[in-house]
């Protein structure tokens, strides 16, 4: 597995999740209009949280819903916030290293580095520290 495989997973949740987000909204703003049945607000929070906050917000502008609810318009300006920070710490090449720490404890999978490449399989026999 690479590193460019990682990142294709992780970009087509990210757009799953935002297409969900994006969805959940529409729907929520036609049962308003209709008085049908609602999809709660935590579940429309959760969607962004989970990495749906681009389409959230684009929803939420483009259909006029939910703009002057409050405390929900706040909690999703947060986690748009929260998101823009963890992708400007991302870009931060220290907070990439500690990032990839992170994620290589999560994901122990033998040879897979974000750092540095695949890892090298290491030698054992003569000459080698190894034994």
Do not use: C
């Amino acid at each position: 597995m690479t590193i460019g495989i990682v990142m294709f997973g992780f970009l087509a949740v990210l757009v799953l999740f935002n297409l969900l987000a994006f969805l959940l909204f529409y729907l929520d703003k036609q049962q308003a209009v209709d008085g049908g049945w609602r999809v709660p607000e935590r579940v429309l929070l959760l969607a962004a949280f989970l990495g749906g906050s681009i389409g959230a917000k684009i929803a939420q502008r483009r259909f006029r819903h939910k703009t002057r609810k409050q405390p929900f318009r706040f909690y999703l300006d947060l986690i748009v916030a929260l998101h823009i920070g963890a992708i400007a710490l991302m870009a931060y090449p220290p907070a990439r290293l500690v990032a990839a720490d992170a994620i290589e404890r999560m994901l122990p999978v033998e040879g897979l580095s974000f750092k540095d490449g695949p890892k090298k399989p290491r030698r054992f026999g003569p000459g080698s520290d190894d034994f």
